[in-house]
């Protein structure tokens, strides 16, 4: 049974189920207007006092405080060849938030070249210096 109608019949199942989405996402207007920056944009920042009550030492007195959990956080995902920008970056205004410096992040990154090479460790480097731009822009 052939469908004459299906100009996806035949093709590599992803490229057929990319193909529909794109036609599909054709469909809703609003679709041409979004982007990933624009989208970005509308998530938060956690306040530092509550990082500080769920992952610092609020709840658990003498453990790590906010600062250095993101801080580690950056390193992991450096770690992980820093591939999801929006998460990266977000990580970076978290960390901010919650007190770190410039010094803080581009060392906590660099560490991370002996382990993760110097590719992934640059392409941290780039995206963290994006939110650093925008954060002495918005001063």
């Given at each position: 049974?052939?469908?004459?109608?299906?100009?996806?019949?035949?093709?590599?199942?992803?490229?057929?189920?990319?193909?529909?989405?794109?036609?599909?996402?054709?469909?809703?207007?609003?679709?041409?207007?979004?982007?990933?920056?624009?989208?970005e944009?509308?998530?938060?920042?956690?306040?530092?006092?509550?990082?500080?009550?769920?992952?610092?030492?609020?709840?658990?007195?003498?453990?790590?405080?906010?600062?250095?959990?993101?801080?580690?956080?950056?390193?992991?995902?450096?770690?992980?060849?820093?591939?999801?920008?929006?998460?990266?970056?977000?990580?970076?205004?978290?960390?901010?938030?919650a007190?770190?410096?410039?010094?803080?992040?581009?060392?906590?990154?660099?560490?991370?070249?002996?382990?993760?090479g110097?590719?992934?460790?640059?392409?941290?480097?780039?995206?963290?210096?994006?939110?650093?731009?925008?954060?002495?822009?918005?001063?």
């Open positions: 049974m052939s469908d004459k109608n299906n100009p996806f019949e035949g093709a590599n199942p992803f490229a057929a189920m990319m193909a529909q989405a794109q036609e599909m996402a054709k469909s809703y207007p609003a679709m041409e207007a979004f982007s990933p920056k624009g989208f944009k509308m998530m938060g920042t956690m306040p530092k006092d509550m990082m500080e009550m769920m992952f610092g030492n609020t709840l658990n007195e003498g453990g790590l405080d906010a600062r250095t959990r993101m801080l580690l956080t950056l390193a992991g995902l450096t770690m992980q060849g820093a591939q999801n920008d929006v998460g990266f970056r977000q990580a970076v205004r978290h960390a901010v938030e007190g770190a410096t410039k010094q803080h992040i581009v060392e906590s990154i660099g560490q991370m070249s002996m382990f993760a110097l590719p992934a460790m640059t392409r941290a480097l780039e995206l963290a210096q994006q939110v650093l731009d925008e954060e002495k822009d918005a001063e």
